[in-house]
């Protein structure tokens, strides 16, 4: 996927549908089919216990992940290659408590775990957190800058940066799902 077409896609839900499974299934589901082509990428929100075939237990606890990225097919029973879990959350999400324990719990599977809002990624593992944020900064702060994912004031706009940060989140992805 194209960063225009990212940038397209994250505005019309936040003016028009603001969601979380439109960001989920409509935008960072099929950027990440781009970049993975072979690798599965699953919606997974909706498994709330184990279900033919699936054992939940291998990426979800009390909370489900939004999306998985594997190395195989993620519904086998013995074995899930998983190599990520995402939650992803709206741009105007202000829940920052309840996601640091979805965040805390998904990494209690020994996967690297990513919380995105779709402007903002961060990306938990061993430890560290590392932040990509895809929008820039405003000339009268309206907000603390850049803001984490769940804690940002209600937008109706975002200033997007442009093509190098995408790169890196890209890179970012592709390098915790390794």
């Given at each position: ?9 994250v505005n ?24 993975f ?13 184990n279900?033919?075939g ?5 990426f ?12 195989n097919?993620?519904r086998?029973?013995d074995h899930?290659?998983c ?8 741009p ?24 995105t809002?779709c402007i ?8 560290q ?25 209600d937008i ?8 190098n940060d995408?790169?890196k ?6 390098k915790?799902?390794?």
């Open positions: 996927m194209k960063y225009d077409e990212y940038k397209q896609r019309y839900f936040l003016k028009n549908d603001n969601r979380e499974v439109n960001y989920q299934n409509r935008v960072v589901l099929p950027f990440l089919e781009s970049l082509p072979r690798n599965c990428v699953a919606d997974v929100s909706q498994l709330t216990k279900w033919k699936i054992f939940r237990e291998q979800a606890g009390l909370y489900t992940p939004d999306l998985l990225i594997t190395n097919a993620w086998l029973k899930c290659d190599r990520m879990i995402l939650e992803i959350k709206t105007t999400a202000r829940d920052r408590t309840h996601a640091e324990k979805e965040v805390d719990e998904y990494l209690c599977k020994g996967i690297p775990v990513v919380l809002n903002t990624w961060e990306f938990f593992w061993n430890g957190k590392e932040t990509i944020n895809l929008e820039q900064k405003y000339s009268i702060k309206p907000y603390n800058f850049p803001c984490d994912v769940c804690s940002r004031p109706r706009h975002v200033r997007w940066k442009g093509e995408w790169v989140l890209k890179e970012l992805i592709l915790y799902a390794k």
